[in-house]
Every structure is written in C-alpha cells, then in structure tokens.
C-alpha cells in the first residue's frame, strides 16, 4: 500500500550538486521516519541519511557535511541535497520509508559521479 518513488538521479562531474527527491503515497508519510539509502556495484546498500517524523536528521559520516536530507510534509516528499559529490557517491539510491515497523522502498535512481 506504501508507494515511493525516488526521481532527480543522473550524471554528474566530480565537486557537482544533485537533489534527489523521493515522492511518498499517503497522509501515512507525515508519521513516518524516511532515509536514502544507496548501493554501489559490490556493495552492501548502506544507510546515508534518515530523518524523522519530527525532523531529526542522521548522515552517515562519509556524507556529513555534504548531502542534506529534508521532508516536505505537506507534499509527501522527501529529498536528498547532494554536494561536493566525489566519484565514490556513485550509486543507486534509494528512498526508504519506516511504516509500522516495516520498510518499504522505492525502485531508486542512479547517481553517476563522473568527469
């Protein structure tokens, strides 16, 4: 019943900025904790960012400083600021939303960090 759909992915150089955003069904999102999460080639997918209902932000620490994870509840949507991107951010990313205690995903979108 929980839809997401993560859209903004795409190609861009080295020390580029890219906002992903993640459109959420639902008055169910204004109560629930959202993140993205990204999985590189060979990689486990691997938590970057959450926030909750209330606005409580967690960034992992290779992305600290960088990305800015933000909701608009009044649109369901919640979106990912990307800054400083280095070819290591190269991914695909997904929106990830908490809804009784369940997770549901999005399909993701590709970020390519790339001269």
């Known amino acids: 019943q929980v839809q997401l759909v993560e859209s903004g992915g795409g190609l861009v150089q080295p020390g580029g900025s890219l906002r992903l955003s993640c459109a959420a069904s639902?008055?169910?999102?204004?109560?629930?904790?959202m993140a993205w999460y990204r999985q590189a080639p060979g990689k486990q997918r691997e938590l970057v960012a959450s926030?909750?209902?209330?606005?409580?932000?967690n960034y992992a620490g290779s992305v600290k400083g960088r990305f800015t994870i933000s909701r608009d509840n009044a649109k369901n949507t919640a979106d990912l600021q990307m800054n400083s991107l280095k070819p290591e951010d190269t991914a695909v990313y997904y929106c990830?939303?908490?809804?009784?205690?369940?997770?549901?995903w999005g399909q993701g979108t590709q970020v390519t960090v790339s001269s």
């Open positions: 639902g008055s169910i999102f204004k109560a629930s904790p």
């Open positions: 926030i909750s209902s209330g606005g409580i932000t």
């Open positions: 990830n939303a908490l809804v009784q205690f369940k997770g549901y």
